[in-house]
């Protein structure tokens, strides 16, 4: 982990240039989303202008640790071969990608994240929470976002292990994902039905919710359930992400020499 946080930070032009787009984007973002506020009569879905800026900011800013990008690194590796090499070392291969993604998250939040939401929170502004324990959950909340967001990504991957190409999968996903988890819009203004189909499925879990709690749109008791939920979905996927694991570990054929 520390190791993976050392390397992140290396790339300093890269996180520049991270915050600089995260920053344009995030006044794209608030200007559409501003307008369909004060379309709906200066409330849509619960979202005042105020709880609307902290939902946009707070998702610029958790966007990269969280990382609502394609990932695909244990696929190419299984189909050049190179996993092999993976698994005959003695630390757990999602064990040693799950405290790499938390290392490279930590760094992405302190010199990416951060900054975005001070940049958010000075020229917009930001709706914040009333009740002291938003910001512990908020990054307990975060934390399980993050690792629910590693666990689906590496389950996807293992799609490699039973076909050629897994990219299309991949890329699927990745479309699938960032409508349902709240990355594009709130959950909450989703119609009834997407609603449903959403909280069906972990990925308001990894996005959605931790805005939710470090906002203070949820509090007391309703945070934590939120968290409890995130919970949930955490140790289900990593039940079924183990024994999908397993089952393609054992059907790994590597040729070459």
């Known amino acids: 982990m520390s190791a993976e946080f050392r390397r992140q930070s290396t790339y300093r032009l890269a996180l520049v240039a991270g915050i600089f787009t995260n920053t344009v ?11 369909a506020v004060r379309g709906g009569g200066g409330s849509i879905g619960g979202y005042d202008l105020a709880q609307a800026a902290s939902y946009v900011w707070l998702g610029q800013a958790f966007m990269a640790p969280v990382y609502m990008f ?28 799950w405290a790499r993604d938390l290392g490279r998250a930590g760094l992405q939040f302190l010199t990416r994240g951060v900054p975005i939401l001070a940049l958010g929170g000075l020229l917009v502004g930001l709706s914040l929470p009333t009740s002291p324990w938003s910001y512990p959950l908020g990054l307990l909340s975060l934390l399980l976002g993050i690792s629910i967001s590693f666990v689906c990504r590496f389950g996807m991957n293992l799609i490699a292990f039973w076909t050629v190409d897994a990219r299309g999968f991949l890329i699927l996903y990745g479309f699938v994902m960032n409508v349902l988890s709240g990355f594009y819009l709130p959950v909450a203004i989703f119609p009834d039905w997407l609603q449903v189909v959403a909280h069906a499925s972990p990925f308001p879990a990894m996005f959605q919710s931790p805005i939710d709690v470090v906002s203070g749109r949820v509090v007391d008791l309703a945070a934590l359930r939120t968290v409890g939920i995130q919970l949930a979905w955490l140790t289900g996927l990593l039940v079924l992400t183990r024994v999908v694991f397993v ?6 054929e590597v040729q070459g020499g």
């Open 247 to 252: 089952r393609g570990r054992r059907r790994l």
């Open 70 to 97: 394609l990932w695909q690194d244990v696929a190419v590796r299984v189909r050049s071969g190179e996993i092999v090499s993976d698994l005959a070392r003695p630390i757990d291969l999602q064990a040693s990608y």
């Open 25 to 35: 984007f995030g006044f794209l973002r608030i200007s559409a989303l501003f307008a």
